[in-house]
């Protein structure tokens, strides 16, 4: 391998990281609780405004990227990482992600006045940005270019599966000519809502014939842009993925404890025991990698491509394992509606997908640690 | 004529006599069934008069494919499943001539849809520790002679098609004071008598395919008693056998069920192939060749009369192989993998793998290691009973029913 050495990674959590978990736990627990999610869907969206305002601007997690001097907290990717954590655990339908990590990731790297701009908007918390990019797409992979720009900065084409794009107020547009932001409401911007697997995170199709949109950088400087929000989202995937499988153990830990059958409580039975022994395990292991990936970004680890990668294809498999085994070891219950099992469920499933499958991480660990194909 | 004198020639040329009197293409597809039940071929394996011929079960094989060929209307097993797969053999092995005559030829003929009231909220895998209690009218007065309908109070949870179902088969507790499985007695309930009450339960699919199902003093005339007195369990043991057979035991075609669109969509769609996914179809694909191998293994030793254990072993494999499956379908699709159908909550009348999408598939195949005896509890029978491990200590099975943790 010729890649440098790995560093001395920390792998635990500081003092403010907990705090910040606590502050973000209690939120979610007071507001968006299972059965308050499942509500919101069903009332026809899952976004709850004011509770991404709180989360964003006064608890300030939306500007743990961005740094002091653009109205941010100057934190970094170790924080956000908890906050996915805790968003994951409650499968919190906000657009975190997209906003806070990934468009985020997109304008710092931009290092234009206009970027700068937006950073502010987002970090205070007053502004929702998405990229306009499908949410399958992975580091390490061609990007798509179906936007064009006919001439003047007027934009025309589509993107599928956009996240998050039925709430955001501006868009971030790759052209042919450069990166984009577009308001969401601009003449020629239409966004079709698409009935996603994922209940708690929304898709669109976004549509652009003739919009207009503020040029925020050169297409080199774009495209390499994009590719470190892809990987630092990618390796901050993780940590949500650690959150939801977290969630699946200890509410199947606590059901097997509780329910009866064969005059003794199901969790007694030695076949459970070690399912669920063997998960908590995975999950252990799932928390070191997402952890690591955490770290590496935020330190700008050399490996930090190695790590995102090992941490993607680890975790996106544990969180999907994870909420099948909460779906099975509830047995009928599990299979509910009304149950918030299957939120976790198609959530773990959605983000095994999105910034790539774990395959396509293998196939990264296979490029990095030098272990090629045949 | 005597069962062994029956061979395949022999029902072979029944069947054409069938479909000379009543040709498949200007017959009316009831009137055909009619007439094919009333000359013993529906079910060859039943009592003449009752559907069969009391022929070797393994000859169905040879009625279903002639009449296949010559283009004859089926009787839509998937929406008369329950009644088909788990109704029709327990009455046949225990109910009375009256009972058999009057519920056999309706339920194969699809008339007459049937539901399982078993499960209930507290009684799931522990079947026999269910609640749902039958009193014999003028029990409490005149000390059990009674001779008048029963009374069942209770309710009945995962009822899937109670909606769409005339019938049901139904246990409940007639004798609290005694062991869980000794209380019990088997009743035919009509879904249409007073005090039932359906209430869909929407589930992960965002369907409601199975239902919650109250039970406030619905009277069952005791001719509607399957089996004896308190004899429920060995009634219910032949249900839940007959069950696992019937949702193991299907006939698939090399590349049939869900590995079908999987490799469909990878001939047609070069764009997709990964080398990952490729290994990923191609361990699938083996295994769900050689569980139908494995089906179709089964059941040549069947007609030779010597059933294997593997049966205890199909539905394992095929809830696992359609999960593994469906959700190696959800990744390969990427993009078009992070939608879905519809989550219109609707009440469908079969279960439809097929016909939709892969979202739905990977969904609903979550259930086929839940109902009809979860993974778990087969996997258990399998230790237990095929090889022959000893039990988890139980402290159950002498406790009265009324003494049971809860
Ligand atoms: C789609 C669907 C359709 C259904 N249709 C019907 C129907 O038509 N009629 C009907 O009566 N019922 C129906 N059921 C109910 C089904 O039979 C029960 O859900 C099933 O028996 C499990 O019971 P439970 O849900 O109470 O789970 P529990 O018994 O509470 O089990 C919870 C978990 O613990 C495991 N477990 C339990 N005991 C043990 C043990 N001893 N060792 C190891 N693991 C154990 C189980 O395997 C499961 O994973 C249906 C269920 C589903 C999902």
């Excluded at chain 2, 969904?363 to 290691?369: E, M, P, Q, T, V």
Aim: aromatic share 4%; net charge negative.
């Amino acid at each position: 391998m010729s890649s440098p050495a790995a560093a001395p990674l920390d792998l635990l959590y500081s003092e403010t990281e907990e705090e910040l978990r606590t502050a973000v736990r209690s939120l979610l627990a007071a507001r968006s609780a299972p059965a308050a999610v499942l509500a919101r869907i069903e009332a026809g969206g899952p976004h709850d405004p004011e509770l991404w305002r709180v989360l964003a601007a006064e608890i300030g997690t939306a500007g743990l990227l961005v740094p002091e001097k653009l109205g941010g907290q100057g934190a970094g990717h170790r924080e956000a990482a908890v906050v996915l954590e805790e968003l994951g655990r409650a499968a919190a339908p906000v657009p975190y992600l997209t906003s806070a990590v990934l468009a985020t990731e997109i304008l710092l790297g931009c290092e234009s006045a206009e970027s700068a701009d937006l950073l502010r908007e987002l970090a205070a918390g007053r502004s929702v940005c998405v990229p306009a990019l499908p949410l399958t797409l992975a580091p390490g992979a061609p990007l798509p270019a179906p936007v064009r720009d006919s001439g003047g900065g007027s934009l025309g084409g589509s993107v599928g599966s956009v996240a998050d794009a039925v709430c955001p107020d501006v868009l971030l547009v790759l052209a042919d000519t450069g990166l984009y932001a577009v308001p969401a409401d601009a003449a020629g911007v239409s966004r079709t809502p698409l009935v996603a697997l994922d209940l708690t995170r929304p898709l669109a199709a976004v549509h652009l014939d003739g919009a207009a949109g503020t040029l925020l950088a050169d297409p080199a400087t774009a495209r390499a842009a994009i590719a470190g929000a892809l990987l630092s989202g990618a390796g901050l995937l993780a940590s949500e993925q650690l959150g939801i499988a977290e969630w699946c153990l200890t509410e199947t830990v606590a059901y097997l404890r509780t329910r009866h059958q064969f005059n003794r409580p199901l969790g007694s039975f030695q076949a459970l025991k070690h399912r669920l022994a063997r998960l908590w395990l995975d999950v252990a292991s799932a928390r070191a990698a997402a952890r690591a990936a955490a770290d590496a970004l935020a330190t700008g680890a050399a490996d930090a491509p190695l790590t995102v990668a090992v941490a993607q294809a680890y975790c996106s498999g544990v969180a999907v394992r994870a909420a099948e085994e909460c779906v099975q070891l509830h047995g009928g219950i599990g299979m509910t509606w009304e149950h918030p099992a299957h939120l976790y469920l198609k959530r773990a499933k959605a983000d095994s997908l999105a910034l790539g499958t774990a395959g396509h991480h293998r196939g990264l660990v296979a490029d990095f640690a030098e272990l090629p194909a045949p | 004529m005597t069962a062994a004198a029956l061979t395949a020639d022999h029902l072979r040329s029944r069947v054409r006599e069938l479909l000379s009197a009543h040709p498949p293409a200007t017959t009316a597809r009831a009137e055909f069934l009619r007439a094919r039940f009333d000359a013993g071929l529906a079910w060859v394996h039943y009592p003449e008069g009752l559907g069969g011929l009391g022929a070797p079960r393994s000859l169905q094989a040879v009625v279903d494919a002639e009449l296949e060929a010559a283009g004859a209307p089926d009787n839509d097993p998937r929406r008369i499943g329950i009644g088909l797969g788990m109704a029709a053999p327990t009455i046949l092995a225990y109910g009375t001539e009256e009972q058999k005559r009057r519920f056999l030829r309706p339920l194969w003929l699809g008339e007459e849809v049937w539901c399982q009231l078993f499960s209930e909220p507290g009684a799931g895998s522990d079947l026999a520790a269910l609640g749902t209690r039958a009193v014999r009218e003028g029990e409490n007065e005149s000390e059990g002679e009674g001779g008048g309908d029963w009374v069942v109070d209770g309710q009945k949870v995962w009822t899937s098609s109670a909606h769409t179902a005339r019938w049901a088969i139904l246990i409940a507790r007639t004798d609290p004071a005694l062991p869980k499985h000794q209380g019990i007695t088997y009743f035919l309930c009509d879904m249409t008598a007073p005090g039932v009450e359906v209430r869909p339960l929407r589930q992960i699919t965002g369907e409601a395919e199975f239902n919650e199902v109250f039970l406030t003093g619905v009277r069952i005339p005791d001719a509607h008693r399957l089996g004896e007195v308190g004899q429920g369990w060995a009634v219910a043991r032949t249900t839940l056998m007959n069950e696992r057979v019937s949702i193991g035991g299907m006939r698939i075609p090399r590349e049939g069920g869900m590995i079908a669109p999987v490799a469909a969509a990878w001939r047609e769609r070069p764009e997709l192939r990964t080398h990952d996914l490729h290994g990923r179809l191609l361990e699938l694909w083996v295994e769900a060749e050689v569980a139908r191998l494995t089906g179709e293994r089964l059941r040549q030793q069947l007609a030779q009369g010597q059933p294997g254990p593997e049966g205890s072993g199909m539905k394992l494999t095929f809830a696992r192989l359609n999960q593994e499956i469906s959700g190696l379908e959800v990744e390969l699709l990427g993009e078009e993998g992070l939608l879905y159908e519809d989550w219109t909550l609707r009440r469908p009348e079969i279960v439809d793998f097929t016909g939709r999408d892969a979202g739905y598939r990977y969904l609903r195949a979550k259930g086929n290691s839940i109902e009809g005896g979860t993974s778990e509890i087969l996997l258990n029978i399998v230790a237990e009973r095929v090889l022959g491990l000893p039990a988890e200590p139980r402290d159950d099975k002498d406790l009265a029913w009324k003494d049971l943790a809860r």
